[in-house]
């Protein structure tokens, strides 16, 4: 003899539909009370640590790339970045016209021109820092700075051991620090 349930396929689609609902509001107010309970301020870019600086900028520098010293012949540090100052997570760095830049935070990176040795074309022969900066900023800060040096010392000491010198020049610019 069979036994026929007494719940139809309309209760359990009803129940079902209840249940994520609840499910749903439950997980909202979860969120919204996890973050009533905890207002954390954003997280903030922070500066590299000096002690940090120079072994960084070496990394940067030769870490995955084949370095050709005999294609460069000077370092341009570039001070005019405030086109670059908003760098979006989503640009890319692929059409850079410059090898590192410096964010304003004072964090060093390099960008595809260097990992693959292309010259850019207004300095072919020249490895270009570009220091990135807002628009109401008093120039380069000291992070910046420090970057910026720590990145120039990395460029010539890897230039050293290939017995070449590879001279600085700074681009001049109503925003650059003496600090440079």
């Avoid at 500066?47 to 520098?61: C, E, F, G």
């Avoid at 040795?117 to 992070?143: F, K, L, M, N």
Wanted: hydrophobic share 45%.
């Amino acid at each position: 003899m069979m036994r026929f349930s007494s719940v139809t396929p309309m209760d359990h689609r009803t129940r079902m539909f209840k249940t994520l609902g609840l499910l749903a509001i439950a997980m909202m107010g979860t969120t919204a009370l996890l973050g009533w309970i905890d207002p954390s301020p954003p997280i903030r870019a922070r500066a590299v640590p000096d002690s940090q600086l120079l072994p960084l900028a070496r990394s940067l520098v030769a870490d995955d790339v084949s370095v050709q010293f005999a294609r460069w012949r000077a370092v341009e540090i570039l001070t005019n970045g405030r086109a670059v100052a908003p760098v979006l997570l989503t640009a890319t760095f692929d059409e850079a016209d410059y090898h590192f830049l410096v964010d304003v935070h004072g964090r060093p990176s390099r960008t595809d021109c260097w990992r693959y040795q292309r010259p850019t074309p207004h300095s072919p022969d020249a490895v270009r820092i570009q220091v990135a900066t807002v628009e109401q900023s008093d120039g380069v800060s000291a992070a910046q700075a420090g970057s910026v040096r720590a990145l120039v010392a990395a460029l010539r000491e890897a230039a050293a051991r290939k017995g070449l010198e590879l001279p600085v020049h700074i681009e001049p610019s109503e925003s650059r620090s003496d600090s440079l």
